[in-house]
Structure formats: C-alpha cells, structure tokens
C-alpha cells in the first residue's frame, strides 16, 4: 500500500508557483473576503494569506462585519474586479446566513475566479474548455498523476455531489476517460458500487461510511472529508486501517487532499496572473 503524500507534493506544487511567480514582471495579488466569524473560515484565510507569502504572492484580506449587507459585499467584489493588481478574488465559503451565496460568486469576475466556483468557470469545465478549476478536485487529479495512477478505461465512483467536490470531480475523471459513477445520499447499494471502483473518491462529510468492505483490493482511495471524531481529531470518510489493508494506493487523513486544495488555490492564483498579464 501507498500513501498519497499531499502534503509533500502541496510543498513541489507551491515551490513551483514561488518559481513561476518570480518570473512575472508584476506579483500575482489574491483577495481573500472573509464575512463574519466562523472560527474554521478564519483558520482558512490564515493559511491561505501563509501560503501567499511562502509562494511569493501579494494577498489582501478584508475580514468584514457578520453584519455587512449584500449590497455592501457586491460593492467590495465590484471594487475589486476593477483592481489591476488583484489576479485572484475569493469570497470563503460558506458566507453569512443573510448572503445570497450563488449573487456573490457570479459577481466575481470570471477571469479573476480562483475558487473555480463562477457559472463559467463551472460551464467551461463541463463542455471541456480551459478555465479554472474548482481547488479541491484539481488536487486529487494532481495527486493521481504524481503517483501514475492513470484513470483512462478505469472505473472510478465518486461519492457526494456538491457543486465544489463531488460534481467537478466526477467531470475532471471523465475528461480522463474514467467510467464515472457519482453517488450520493439517495444512492442505494452504495457499498456494491464503490466495491467496483478502481478509483475511489469519498466526499460525503460522513465518518466511518467508507468501510474495508466497500474497497475493491488494488484500489486507489482517495478521502476528501474533513470530519471530527469524539476526541475532535481531523478525520475522513474512509476507515482507515480496513481501507488500507486492502487499496494499493489511499490518502492520510489529515495530509492527504488537504493540502492539495490549498495548493491548487496558489496554482490559479499564478494562472491567473499570467493569463491577465499576457492579455494586458
Ligand atoms: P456537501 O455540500 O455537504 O456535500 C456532501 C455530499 O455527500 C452530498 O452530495 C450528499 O448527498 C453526499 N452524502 C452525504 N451523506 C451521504 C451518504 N450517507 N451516502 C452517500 N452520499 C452522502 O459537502 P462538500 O462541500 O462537497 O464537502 C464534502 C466533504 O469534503 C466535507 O467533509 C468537507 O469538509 C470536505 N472538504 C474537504 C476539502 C479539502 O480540501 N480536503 C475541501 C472541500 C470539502 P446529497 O446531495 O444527496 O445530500
């Protein structure tokens, strides 16, 4: 068995983005908004504003009021679509209850949509064009390709369907020519299907779903979830040590996708940069 080390391959990736970036006549500028104040939102942006300073990248955060109103929040993200010197615009998710969250994406301007999570970015991944793509998906593709699992003619199974996990996972491995099944939680006989995957995905939120079981022996398992157990330790969907016994390949959770997310974030950011500052 293999463990996928993302947390080694997050610190190539953003290595990589410290080179790229010091290559541009201007730095990449990310602005990270922040409403209100969830204190896992808040350990986001801290990370995300570190991870800008390791990969030389200028960030600026706006940490506003629970209180802020929409129109308040549509000003700042308009404000800052008009800003050159900001490549990058991320609204942490989720906002404050009172925020029309789906307003605030789409008012970020596409080519400044790091997240991934604008209709077009969206739109774009589905019909197969360039574009961004969604974070946390992009870095498992990352992670399968560093370690040569080729998905092509593969079955993988998916399981969750967000719009910002489980929706643009499935679509990135069809683009690599997966068979792709993609559960959720009215999916009956989900231990039957996830058994069949060559590749499997869990993005369900749900401790202890993915059991030994439910792995096919040669799997490559890769858990995205980021749940507490009792003790309020990090841990995923998949059970861990049943799984191991018998995938060839599985993330540690945490160390696994985590850190490819955040990666992935530096590697837009410097995509987007370049792409402007070619088209300027
Ligand atoms: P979400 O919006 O809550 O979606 C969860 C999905 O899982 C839904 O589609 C849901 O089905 C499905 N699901 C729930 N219980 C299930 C069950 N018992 N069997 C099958 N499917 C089930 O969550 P998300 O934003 O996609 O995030 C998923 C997990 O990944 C969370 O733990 C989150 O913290 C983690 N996450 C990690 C990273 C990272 O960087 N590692 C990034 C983003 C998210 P329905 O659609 O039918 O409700």
Not at 42 to 57: N, P
Request: charged fraction near 25%.
């Amino acid at each position: 068995m293999i463990l996928l080390d993302g947390k080694a391959l997050a610190a190539k990736v953003k290595e990589e983005v410290r080179a790229q970036a010091a290559l541009l006549p201007r730095k990449p500028g990310l602005a990270v908004i922040l409403v209100g104040n969830d204190p896992a939102s808040r350990v986001y942006v801290t990370s995300k504003r570190k991870d800008c300073e390791a990969c030389g990248i200028y960030s600026e955060e706006y940490a506003l009021l629970e209180s802020t109103t929409q129109e308040e929040l549509l000003e700042l993200v308009a404000e800052l679509n008009g800003r050159p010197d900001l490549d990058g615009i991320l609204v942490q998710l989720p906002p404050a209850r009172h925020l029309d969250e789906s307003a605030v994406l789409e008012a970020i301007a596409p080519e400044k949509d790091v997240d991934g999570f604008h209709p077009v970015s969206a739109g774009n991944l589905l019909i197969g064009r360039p574009g961004f793509l969604p974070c946390t998906p992009a870095g498992v593709m990352a992670m399968l390709d560093e370690y040569g699992i080729d998905s092509a003619g593969k079955r993988a199974v998916v399981v969750g369907r967000s719009n910002i996990v489980g929706k643009p996972m499935a679509l990135l491995l069809l683009r690599r020519d997966a068979t792709v099944t993609l559960c959720h939680s009215k999916t009956p006989e989900l231990g039957e299907l996830c058994r069949q995957a060559d590749i499997l995905v869990s993005a369900a939120g749900r401790r202890g779903l993915i059991t030994g079981d439910m792995v096919k022996e040669g799997a490559a398992v890769v858990d995205v979830a980021m749940n507490r157990d009792e003790a309020g330790k990090l841990c995923g969907d998949v059970v861990f040590a049943e799984a191991a016994a018998r995938a060839a390949w599985i993330t540690p959770v945490p160390g696994g996708v985590g850190p490819m997310t955040r990666a992935m974030l530096m590697k837009n950011t410097l995509l987007a940069a370049q792409n402007r500052q070619k088209a300027h």
